[in-house]
């Protein structure tokens, strides 16, 4: 089955910083690719939608100059958080679809982000 | 817009026991309705499915039928196991709403021997 990759799976950084978390498609190719952020005992909220070869989409709300996406080929988009603040501690989590828009999602293991 | 309501949770059951988690839906036209689980410390992954109204998705004992007539497409698992134990989120796409998978507020379900 289709396969979602993410790295790393936990990280911890000093506030400052900037953290890049990786998602990658193994088996298939992702033209879209979508960040979810994922706080305590809550749903996942939409922060970005990632197309291959163009600017990311941003929810409204989400600071696009804090969380930089860059989606440079088809099996790969990357997340970064600038500048990060304890605020921007949470579960991060990417998917992908390997089919035709209403297919289901492919999901990465998330990552849980500390920033001290 | 569309959206998803899930019963609230934590549901505490007892192994062996019945499972239902209610979802409703509010959506134009025919939406395409999922089920996704999450163990804890993990990413989501797709439970079952249903893309067209009397659809029945099932998948590891789990059931859901797709029923327009009451906007639902609610879970249900005839006998539960301790390693059921997750958060199950009902979601949709509609057919408006493209890309965007539409999540429900999720159900904790706990599973006690």
């Known amino acids: 089955g289709a396969v979602v990759s993410q790295h790393p799976s936990w990280v911890i950084c000093k506030s400052g910083t900037s953290v890049k978390i990786e998602c990658r498609s193994l088996d298939f190719q992702a033209t879209t690719m979508f960040w979810y952020r994922q706080f305590p005992k809550q749903s996942l909220m939409l922060m970005a939608t990632?197309?291959?070869?163009?600017?990311?989409?941003?929810e409204q709300g989400v600071e696009k100059d804090k969380f930089l996406i860059n989606h440079a080929s088809l099996t790969l988009s990357t997340l970064t958080v600038t500048s990060a603040h304890p605020e921007d501690s949470s579960f991060y989590i990417c998917?992908?679809?390997?089919?035709?828009?209403?297919?289901?999602?492919?999901f990465g293991n998330g990552t849980r982000l500390t920033v001290t | 817009g569309d959206s998803v309501t899930q019963m609230e949770g934590p549901v505490t059951l007892s192994e062996e026991a019945c499972l239902t988690i209610?979802?409703?839906?509010?959506?134009?036209?025919?939406?395409?309705l999922f089920w996704y689980v999450q163990y804890p410390g993990e990413g989501l992954q797709l439970l079952l499915k249903?893309?067209?109204?009397?659809d029945k998705g099932s998948n590891k004992g789990f059931e859901a039928t797709y029923r327009k007539e009451t906007t639902s497409f609610h879970l249900e698992k005839g006998s539960v196991q301790v390693s059921d134990s997750a958060v199950y989120f009902c979601?949709?796409?509609?057919?408006?709403?493209?890309?965007?998978?539409?999540f429900g507020p999720g159900t904790s379900l706990s599973v006690i021997p």
């Open positions: 209610n979802c409703t839906y509010t959506a134009t036209g025919y939406p395409s």
């Open positions: 998917s992908a679809r390997s089919g035709s828009y209403n297919s289901p999602l492919h």
């Open positions: 990632s197309n291959e070869g163009s600017k990311a989409t941003y």
């Open positions: 249903a893309t067209k109204a009397d």
């Open positions: 979601a949709l796409i509609g057919e408006t709403s493209y890309d965007k998978v539409i």
